[in-house]
């Protein structure tokens, strides 16, 4: 009789929890989701915010847990916006973000997953690279505006153009769930 493992991921992103449980779908483990707006601690260092929401999804599942960070970082600027990503967007807006940066500015999109169980905190990333236009998509989505003016390495257009069957509008997260998968089959 085998043995399922339960592991909860905290986020409040129903496209984040389908991906992971793809991911481990023929597996041993369950990804089960969890609807919990952590509060993240003011950082630049990712690392620090990914295993600080970490502990605090672990306290209280009091159980195996995964949570995800995503920045977007332009190389010119280093750092930034990174871990301030959300509130740029929020404070500026896409039109005053297009202000920050020239047409071909290279720039990428990276995804920190950290498990933590009882014993164990795995810390896996994925990235995305790609350059900046100035010729945003018509097409804005409110919750991933970046993706209008950012062009993935080796296309010619936007990434919210891009057909979705192409799966890079999350290719970031689901290389950094691959990693995560492959480090828990070796440590569980």
């Known amino acids: 009789m085998r043995t399922i493992i339960k592991i909860t991921f905290v986020t409040c992103n129903n496209t984040k929890l389908l991906d992971a449980q793809n991911i481990f779908s023929l597996d041993d483990i369950e990804i089960i989701g969890k609807n919990i707006d952590l509060q993240e601690i003011q ?18 599942i009091k159980g195996p847990t995964i949570v995800d960070d995503t920045c977007f970082y332009i190389n010119s600027y280093p750092g930034f916006p990174g871990t301030l990503t959300k509130y740029v967007n929020l404070l500026l807006g896409l039109d005053a973000f297009l202000r920050l940066y020239d047409e071909g500015q290279r720039a990428y999109f990276q995804t920190m997953l950290c498990y933590k169980d009882f014993s164990n905190e795995i810390i896996t990333e994925g990235s995305l690279e790609g350059r900046l236009t100035k010729n945003r998509s018509k097409i804005i989505n409110k ?14 257009e936007p990434l919210i153009e891009l057909p979705e069957e192409l799966g890079l509008r999350n290719i970031h997260r689901i290389k950094a769930l691959k990693e995560l998968k492959k480090a828990l089959t070796e440590t569980l």
């Open 143 to 156: 919750d991933t505006p970046l993706n209008s003016i950012f062009i993935p390495k080796g296309f010619n």
């Open 43 to 60: 950082s630049q260092d990712q690392k620090e915010i990914i295993k600080y929401k970490a502990q605090l999804a672990f306290n209280l």
